[in-house]
């Protein structure tokens, strides 16, 4: 027995009794193996490439209080969003279009471009989706019955089709003159409309007129954008792409009179609760029907080998409507489940050159009232709890989701070998990856059970082995965290409040906390005498766990830290503020009226006792936020007037 525990092997079996004792003998067990060594396919980031924001003037301002630009930064920082894509852009919030009184197109470009150099200051850009219909350019009044900033946008058909072409023109030269011809072709696409089966007066039978008069008039200003659609529905996609596909390249084109049509990219949409007749009648968080759709849409697209464009999904996520799937842990297992599916299709079924999931905050209106002001927005959408505009540690709190994407950021360049888990099946599972060059591993666990309705305080037993460590022998870093039904959570903590509505100061602190990605035990730093590790662990049902090798001599990659704002209320009596802060390194600095609109923002480093002068700020009382890059500041912000 001595020999053994020398080697740590009795530890580890007694851990493994104590897990059956304490969970019974229903527990699963699970051997996942990973040879490092055996590299099997690049780790593609098809899943990075997008990420939708509910309508576009939520970047801006919400009617929940504030906007969803900082959400853009922190996306792109900890989950590598590159681009964002959202409804709405035409409509009468964003004030673009109007008309002069001789009919021709007066336009009014400030919130416009305010959404998309809020894009860029995230180093994200747009998949503009055009529409809906100004109200300046309808033909009537319906609208779509949906709830953005208090209006529902409007969808009917444009009533005049030149004055749309122009429109369409006016825009691509726009952003070509602010952004460069270079990153609008190239970093830019135009999608035309969202869902017409219903968003649509014309409906499917006239989008491919909407369609032909929208791309001619974007073409006019530049032929090389890229320009797509239709950004159907699952059910709706089946008959529509293939049928736009056909129309672009031998149809009649009804704004010139000629054959054809561009289309650059076709694009779809797949909830895990959408029907199909191929795929099922879906369920919540069903991972395997979001699958089984992409590989029927890429069947669909090949068999028209004349069209040579990209496959694009920009909505998906465990279900569509008001559901709580969105803020349990089981979205998280679902998100990890369902990109690691489609990665492991084959060359046969690649994965969607976008993958946009919907969507990326709970400042979320579609189907909200405004009646409806709640601050813990439960169901809702996002990756981001909503928040209170009054308590700024509330703002960007994620959901399970969010982590799981985190996560997913962190995994290496190239997959490796790992077997043992279900990955067609309900069950657990994992996908190893390794850098480069070859200095860390990654092994992304999940534990995904379709449909959202097992226990998720159910736990399975898990050996873990690693084989052919590139970085062994020697000392090693180990880290493992975990998202599941009591770590990473909010929402469960929530749940253990009541339910507050309007969480108190307080509440929202604690949120926080419960939110933040969670270690699952000590970081482990053992010196391998060969190239082997091993660990025994536990993993509930609808979690998802990262463990991350490095060598002793490398730094640790953890998940990257969100910057965590110190909060304090200052009053401003004359025209000017001098805000000192006594602390080194790099920090950023931001002002907000009580009401939640940001006055300034701005970055900086120093080496203490650094200034700011803000001038021409009207007298009143201010929240003025301050962090270093990784943590709260541990010294007050001195006020000068």
Known sequence: ??????????????????????????????????????????????????????????????????????ALKVGNSECGFQMFRGHGILDADVNLVGLNTDGSLKLNWSAFDSIYDAGKAANMWPMLEVGFTPPALASGTATIGLWYNGVSPNETVPKNWNTWMDLMDSIVHHVENRYTVDVVRNKWYFEVWNEASWMYSGGEGGYQTLYDYTVTGLLKADPNIKVGGPAYSAPSSVGGIPSLINHCLTGTNAATGTKGTKLDFVSYHKYGTDADATCGNGSPANAISVNCFHKKMVDIVKAIPAFKGELINDEWGPNSGIMTYRDLECCASFVAKTIHLINENGSNYPPPAMFGYWALSDLY???????????????????????????????????????????????????????????????????????????SLQILIYNQYDGGTADPTTVDNVTLAVDSVPFAPGKIRAEHWVVDYSHSNAYRPWVAMGKPPKPTATQWAQLKQAAMLTHFDSVATPTLTGKSWTKIFTHNYYSVGLIILTGGNVPAVSPASIPVFQSINVTVNGKNARFIMPFTGAYQVRLFTTGGRKVMETQASGQGKNAFSFRKIPAGTYILQCATATKTMGMPVFVER
């Open 1 to 70: 027995m001595r020999k053994y525990f020398k080697n740590g092997v009795v530890l580890l079996l007694a851990a493994f009794i104590v897990c059956l004792m304490i969970y019974g003998v229903d527990a699963a067990t699970y051997t996942l193996s990973v040879n490092a060594n055996h590299r099997t396919q690049q780790w593609n980031r098809f899943y990075e490439k997008s990420i939708s924001t509910d309508h576009m003037y939520t970047v801006l301002h919400s009617f929940w209080g504030r906007g969803c630009a900082n």
């Open 365 to 439: 209106e579609e189907n909200q009232n405004n009646t409806n002001r709640y601050t813990f927005a439960e169901a809702t959408q996002g990756i981001f709890l909503r928040g209170d505009p009054t308590i700024s540690d509330s703002w960007e709190i994620g959901k399970p989701s969010f982590e799981a994407y985190r996560m997913l950021h962190k995994l290496g360049a190239w997959e490796v070998s790992c077997t043992g888990g279900k990955l067609t099946t309900d069950g657990l599972n994992a996908v190893a990856t390794v850098s480069t060059n070859n200095d």
